[in-house]
């Protein structure tokens, strides 16, 4: 389809949404589905269960933030069900001002500008459908035209609660256009659109100096002013403020707590009374979501001063930290450079993992009950030999840890300064850490002390980053030797049967009676951290899952028992250990070298995920490790 088809085809759309009609039409429309007159805070969400919502491990997930934000399930669950959940059912939390507190490149922002996207789309969904005057300045709710003493029963017909008067524009309207006829009024359907600003409004502090409070509220119209004679006429006022704007949805307040307080106490007024003061009218009506965004540091500052200590319980407060999993830190780096230039450039295997080890490393908390990289790997869910600790009690030691640490930001721009400087088309780790440690000198924020705990961090990553690539290396290796690998499993499957069932088995050359072969079987085990007292139990668990394929029809192969399998391919590799430092080193292989070295190099090409680049880089690297 072609690209002016599309856009045709996107508008006939938007037209097709919209919609027109009197009051008497409207209160049709809210007796079938009274949701379309629900609060901006029922709105939001409504729209995040409508994408989806599932319990993992005794939590809810959801799908709506699930492509945009990782590693925040729990602040996400709570922020859901704590502040939006309790709001939407009309709780006093709606009362309050939601403040996402966290470190820089945390995803606050992020957070919001999903939630403003999320709800444009859902305006445009027919469970999320919203209506409002037409022709007022702030989209208001039509229920606002239902006189208060008839709103008792009107809320009992309809199914629905009202709340909020009729700004100063639309009271005069019904008086003079419609002469009170209320089932005339004219309604139309909203579409939310932060581009056109209707049910979006964000407001961003400077100068206090200079910054009016007309950015909020509206201003007179000088221009009209003299036609209408007085400040206290609708049609002399411009209701364009951002809290005008953002009725009906989400106000946004960017570094709220650097804002002149005189801009805070107005806010105070919208959130505890659904109201705002604006010029010489009445107090008006407004159904918003505030959300606010600052850092640790602000807040510190803010609830520090005594003069903000009324705005205090008139906030709910949800820190959103780094994340602690370096699984989703490595999703944040692929989004950041799906969204930069670095795109086109091949990045080798466990290089953007390598990083977040390091990132997520910077941001962990010392404990008594791990060392910090099995602290890491418990909190990315990975398997830890003889793990004894409980993650949730790792979490409670420091309920607010990944405040602070290497943003995700530092680490792509490091990576762009990695591939500016080579000028490659492909990269590595190495070359990853390299950057980060170049640039350790140029962060103004970093201090001597906190450069050296860095530099351990780099140190770290690095040292885990040895071990994966021997491992992939092993496993390309083995994959070349992939019939001894299998013979060798099929080997010790035999003793293990025999040692099992107290049988000998039978020598292969000589054809006597022997005993298992203990010391094979132990090499194999001790692989993978098998001690002398477990042997036993492993074996018989190997011995107890062969049986359950049997009574299932299946047979247990090489790919059947993942330890096992990692066992045999650690014990073949350190059989071809001195195999694989001659070949990988030697300068002028002979043609079984080159041979074997190619195959080496396909393998990890093709089931890799390497270039032809990066594998003869990490070949080589690899066999510089092996040498020491």
């Known amino acids: 389809m072609s690209l002016a088809l599309r856009l045709k085809e996107f508008k006939e759309r938007e037209e097709s949404l919209r919609w027109k009609g009197t009051f008497e039409q409207y209160l049709a429309i809210v007796e079938k589905n009274p949701a379309v007159a629900q609060t901006a805070h029922a709105r939001v969400y409504d729209m995040i269960v409508a994408a989806g919502v599932e319990e993992v491990d005794g939590h809810k997930k959801y799908r709506f933030f699930e492509d945009e934000l990782f590693g925040l399930d729990e602040p996400l669950e709570r922020l859901v069900e704590e502040y939006f959940h309790s709001a939407a059912r009309r709780l006093d939390v709606r009362k309050r001002i939601l403040l996402l507190m966290g470190p820089v490149s945390g995803g606050k922002s992020s957070l919001v500008t999903l939630l403003k996207r999320g709800l444009e789309e859902y305006s445009r969904t027919d469970r999320g459908a919203l209506y409002g005057i037409q022709g007022c300045p702030m989209h208001e709710e039509p229920l606002h035209l239902i006189p208060n003493r008839l709103r008792p029963e009107m809320e009992a017909e309809l199914g629905v609660h009202i709340e909020g008067d009729l700004c100063p524009v639309c009271q005069l309207r019904l008086e003079e256009e419609f002469h009170g006829e209320i089932l005339r009024m004219p309604v139309e359907r909203i579409l939310i659109s932060e581009g056109k600003r209707v049910g979006i409004g964000t407001f961003s502090p400077s100068d206090p100096k200079s910054q009016d409070i007309a950015d909020l509220t509206g201003s007179i119209d000088f221009s009209t002013i003299g036609e209408y004679g007085s400040e206290s006429d609708p049609r002399a006022f411009r209701f364009d403020g951002e809290l005008n704007k953002a009725n009906r949805g989400i106000l946004e307040m960017q570094e709220m707590l650097k804002i002149d307080s005189k801009f805070l106490y107005h806010l105070l007024s919208l959130t505890q009374e659904g109201n705002f003061k604006a010029g010489r009218f009445a107090l008006i009506s407004a159904d918003e979501l505030v959300i606010a965004h600052t850092n640790e540091t602000e807040y510190q500052a803010f609830i520090s001063n005594q003069k903000n200590e009324a705005l205090h319980s008139r906030m709910v407060v949800m820190p959103i930290p780094y994340t602690l999993s370096v699984s989703d830190e490595v999703k944040i780096y692929e989004k950041l450079i799906r969204q930069s230039d670095l795109k086109n450039v091949h990045l080798a295997p466990h290089s953007l993992r390598t990083a977040a080890t390091f990132s997520v490393l910077s941001r962990l908390k010392e404990s008594m009950k791990a060392d910090l990289m099995k602290k890491l790997k ?45 000028d490659a088309k492909c990269i590595n780790a190495l070359d990853i850490l390299r950057a980060l440690k170049d640039g350790l000198g140029q962060h103004a924020s970093i201090s001597k002390d906190d450069k050296e705990r860095l530099l351990n961090f780099i140190a770290a990553a690095r040292q885990e ?78 011995l107890i899952r062969i049986s359950s394929y049997a009574r299932r029809g299946k047979t247990f192969t090489y790919d059947s028992h993942d330890r096992l399998k990692e066992a045999i391919e650690r014990k073949l590799f350190t059989d071809l250990k001195d195999v694989v430092k001659i070949t990988t080193n030697a300068k002028t292989p002979d043609p079984d070298q080159l041979k074997r070295i190619n195959q080496v190099h396909e393998t990890l090409v093709d089931k890799h995920g390497y270039c032809s680049i990066c594998a003869n880089e990490v070949l080589k690297y690899v066999g510089s490790l092996l040498n020491r």
Do not use: W
């Open 378 to 422: 418990l909190y990315d869910g990975q398997f830890v030999e003889g793990n004894e600790v409980d993650v949730k009690e790792l979490r409670s030691e420091h309920p607010l840890e990944g405040m602070d640490g290497i943003d995700p930001r530092y680490v792509i721009n490091r990576i762009s300064s990695a591939l500016v400087r080579s």
């Open 465 to 542: 980053y040895d071990e994966i690539v021997k491992k992939e290396v092993q496993k390309a290796f083995v994959y070349s030797y992939e019939e001894s690998a299998r013979a060798l499993f099929n080997n010790y499957l035999d003793n293990v049967e025999a040692y099992c069932n107290k049988q000998k088995l039978k020598d292969p050359i000589t054809d006597e009676e022997v005993d298992p072969d203990e010391p094979l079987m132990r090499s194999i085990e001790e692989q993978i951290g098998v001690s002398e007292n477990a042997k036993t139990q492993f074996r018989e668990e190997i």
